[in-house]
Structures are given as C-alpha cells and as structure tokens.
C-alpha cells in the first residue's frame, strides 16, 4: 500500500508567521530565515556552555549572530554577513541530526531546490541568494508556499493577520492578563473588562480561538478562587500592578476565560510540557498537561485543544484526550522537537484517542519552517499508518481526520 498524503488538504491550527515580518523583506536571507527558526536557534545555544543561563535571544547579551543582525537592524555590512554565515556554517553540523534541522532541510529543498544536509560556504552563499530573490515578493512567495502544502486555513498567532491569505486569527490570553489593574477593583469589574475585550477581540479580528500559554510563566494547576478572595487581591494592589501580578487574580482569569469560550464555543488552544527557548522559563514540571487536568475538567463546557502533546509526557495528553470529551491532542510543534517521539506518540494516538480528535499544527516562525515541518510530520504519519498494515481506507480516513478534518469539525471551518 503506498499512501500520498501530499494532496490533502490541510489545516495548519498553529503558526506564528508575524514574526518573519519583524525583518524588511530587501533584508530577508538565509541567516534571517535561521533566526526565524527560534528552536534551531535556542537548540544551537544549547551546544555550547558559554551560552548557559541567558536567552539565546536575550536582549543585553545574545548570542554572535543575532548581536550582528539586531545591530544592524537586520542589514549587516557585507563583512558581518560572512561572520554570520561561518558562525552557522561551523554550528550547524551539529544540529545536523535534529529534526529542527531536518525540517528546514526539507523546506529549502522543495522551496528553493537546495538539497544539503550539511552545508558548504557556496552553498550557503547560492541558498542566501535564492532567498532574497524570492522575498522580493514576500507576501505573494508566503501564499505561494502555503499553496503548495495545500493549506486551506492557517491559524495566525496572534492578533491580525498582516498579510492576505487563508488565515484566521488567535488571540492570547496574556494580552488582557497583561493589563494594568486600573480602574479594576472588584470581581464585577473584572467581569466586565473581560467581557469588553473578549467582545472586541471576536468583533474586530472574528478570532477563531484563545490561546492559554500561561505555563511559560507559571505553574500550569489553576486553583480556584472564591470572589472575596479576589475582591481582597484587586484591592490590594497598585493601578500599575498587572493583572497576572497577583496569583488570585490569574487564576480567577482563566476559569473566567474558560467559561466565556464556553458559553461562545469558542475553542481554548493551551500549551502544554516543554516550552521554547533556553533559561528564564518555567520549569518543565509545572508545565505538564495533568498539572492542568482539575482545570480542564470543571470546565466541560469548554473545549481545550491542548498542544505538544505535554513534550516530552505525550503519554499525559494522549491520556488527558481519551479520557476527556473536552480535551483534543493537537500534535503542533511535536514533530520538529523530536520526530522519533511524534512517532511513538502518534502511534500511541491512534491505539488509545479518537481519531477526530487528533490534529496538526506547525508552530514556525516562518511558512518555510511550518512548510517544512509539515513535510516532516506528513512522513512520520504516513510511516505510522502504513506499518499499521489496516486497509488502505482506513488509513485515508485517519489521515484526513488528522490533517484537516478533526480541526474543521473542532474549529467549524469549510474546507473546500
Ligand atoms: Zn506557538
């Protein structure tokens, strides 16, 4: 049996596009393109000790090439170019085994005909070159490449999109977590700021979902908090305090965001387990999808499309999703941390969850790195399909339900 997942439609349920538009298109190259790839880069801080304890992209202190790229607002001088281009070239081989590697590798293959796993000083150059001649036209290049993988919708994280194109916007909870406390006093006065901004964010942008990505800040148990509990915090602090300063009123904001996605149907989108980038996060044991589970479940009303599978305790997602009506594994980002454990995981998936509830999503910061991570994620599915020796239809079915189908029912979206 040979499956083609190829022509598939897709729904891409994760992207963070916007932030390959922070560079002017007359700039964009291949160094950009890699800084874009905020894993690689973090991955690529992580082989050396002398990074330890910053951010790969830390604002003071960051690592060479983003020092030279931000200094020069993303224009360096022929000279820091190649700076750059030897800091990558000497570091990549040994990110050459990764599935962040492999997923760029096969996105500059099918998009720009560059076939290398390790690549040379005129390859990089040749590589370099093609990229600036394609960003001439960014935002026609960008639709062309989500054409290519048949992408029907992309999710855009987050707010409007910038561009035109098949995208549906997210917004993040954070943005009214992050508020001033303001002329907030009370419970009642929380209520109605929340709704005024959910209000706005559904008027204005007809967000397709909230995104929750609290546990890069905290631990991801929310407890639940009695009104005067939070009536005494809000009156406590300063008009200056943000509203997540204060741990009671956090949690009060998302059991409220969560009944409200409730009662509008509208699909709460949560990160879960390993998060991106190197040192000032959470740590991993309180960002785990069980932390979140009493959470989960008083809110039957609402649906959790929950993300990364709880890397690397996919084996908690995948649990949480067969137990749960509301809970749905959503496999975004899983594949280029470790395709190996995307495997194991999808495997475990399609033995233990509903197949209309598990999807896709590519968590890039670019469509060639969600290009390529689609390619590399429809490899391990049809891989795990085909050693599952079941009738070929079958195996069709499941792959439509997890490229496309499982997202359209959850997100109610036509895919034509
Ligand atoms: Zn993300």
């Given at each position: ?5 190829h022509h598939l439609?897709v ?10 538009y ?7 190259g ?6 874009e ?6 991955l690529?801080?992580a ?10 992209n830390?604002?003071t202190d ?5 020092a030279f790229?931000r200094?020069?607002?993303g224009?360096?001088?022929e ?11 000497e ?5 050459s085994h990764t599935s962040d ?5 096969l ?9 290398c796993m ?5 390859e ?19 639709r062309?490449?989500f054409?290519?993988?048949?992408m029907?919708t992309?999710?855009?994280c987050?707010?409007?999109p910038q561009?035109?194109g ?24 929380l ?9 706005s964010v559904?008027?204005e942008?007809?967000i397709?979902a909230?995104?929750m990505g ?11 908090r009695s ?6 915090a ?5 008009e ?6 204060s741990?009671?009123v956090d ?7 969560a009944?409200?996605?409730g009662?509008?149907?509208l699909v709460?989108?949560?990160h879960t387990?390993?998060?991106a980038?190197n040192?000032?996060?959470?740590e991993?044991?309180?960002?785990y999808a069980a932390r ?16 990364h599978g709880?890397?690397?305790?996919w ?6 999703a067969?137990?749960?009506p509301?809970?749905?594994l959503?496999?975004?980002w899983v594949?280029?941390t470790?395709e190996s454990?995307?495997e194991?995981?999808l495997?475990?998936a399609?033995?233990?969850?509903p197949?209309?509830?598990?999807m ?11 290009f390529?991570i689609l ?11 085909e050693a599952?020796?079941e009738?070929t239809?079958?195996?069709s079915q499941?792959a ?8 359209a029912?959850l ?6």
């Amino acid at each position: 049996m040979e499956l083609d997942l190829h022509h598939l439609p897709v729904i891409d349920t994760h992207e963070h596009i916007e932030n390959v538009y922070c560079w002017r298109a007359e700039d964009m190259g291949l160094a950009h393109l890699l800084l874009e790839n905020h894993y690689l880069m973090a991955l690529l801080a992580a082989s050396d000790h002398k990074y330890a304890g910053r951010e790969w992209n830390d604002p003071t202190d960051p690592i060479e090439p983003v020092a030279f790229m931000r200094d020069a607002g993303g224009a360096p001088l022929e000279q820091e170019r190649e700076l750059i281009r030897d800091f990558f070239l000497e570091r990549l081989p040994l990110l050459s085994h990764t599935s962040d590697w492999k997923a760029m590798e096969l996105a500059f293959g099918e998009l720009y005909d560059v076939r290398c796993m390790l690549l040379t000083r005129r390859e990089w150059d040749d590589l370099d070159r093609r990229i600036r001649t394609r960003y001439a036209e960014r935002a026609e290049w960008h639709r062309d490449i989500f054409a290519l993988g048949n992408m029907k919708t992309v999710f855009w994280c987050y707010g409007a999109p910038q561009i035109d194109g098949p995208f549906r916007s997210v917004v993040s909870l954070g943005d009214f977590l992050g508020r001033k406390r303001g002329d907030i006093h009370d419970c009642d006065g929380l209520y109605e700021a929340f709704d005024s901004w959910l209000d706005s964010v559904c008027d204005e942008l007809d967000i397709i979902a909230l995104k929750m990505g609290s546990v890069y800040r905290r631990d991801g148990a929310i407890i639940v908090r009695s009104r005067q509990e939070v009536d005494a915090a809000l009156a406590e602090m300063a008009e200056g305090d943000t509203l997540m300063s204060s741990a009671a009123v956090d949690d009060f904001v998302h059991d409220l965001a969560a009944s409200r996605a409730g009662e509008r149907s509208l699909v709460i989108q949560v990160h879960t387990g390993y998060l991106a980038g190197n040192s000032f996060e959470n740590e991993l044991q309180k960002t785990y999808a069980a932390r979140m589970e009493p959470f989960f479940a008083r809110h039957s009303e609402a649906r959790f499309d929950v993300f990364h599978g709880s890397f690397p305790q996919w084996g908690e997602a995948v649990t949480l999703a067969r137990r749960y009506p509301n809970i749905y594994l959503n496999t975004c980002w899983v594949p280029s941390t470790s395709e190996s454990m995307a495997e194991a995981m999808l495997r475990a998936a399609l033995d233990a969850v509903p197949v209309n509830k598990i999807m896709w999503g590519g968590d890039a910061h670019s469509p060639e790195m969600a290009f390529g991570i689609l390619r590399l994620f429809e490899s391990v599915l049809k891989r795990v399909l085909e050693a599952r020796g079941e009738p070929t239809r079958m195996c069709s079915q499941a792959a439509d339900w997890i490229l496309w189908r499982s997202a359209a029912e959850l997100y109610s979206l036509d895919v034509t």
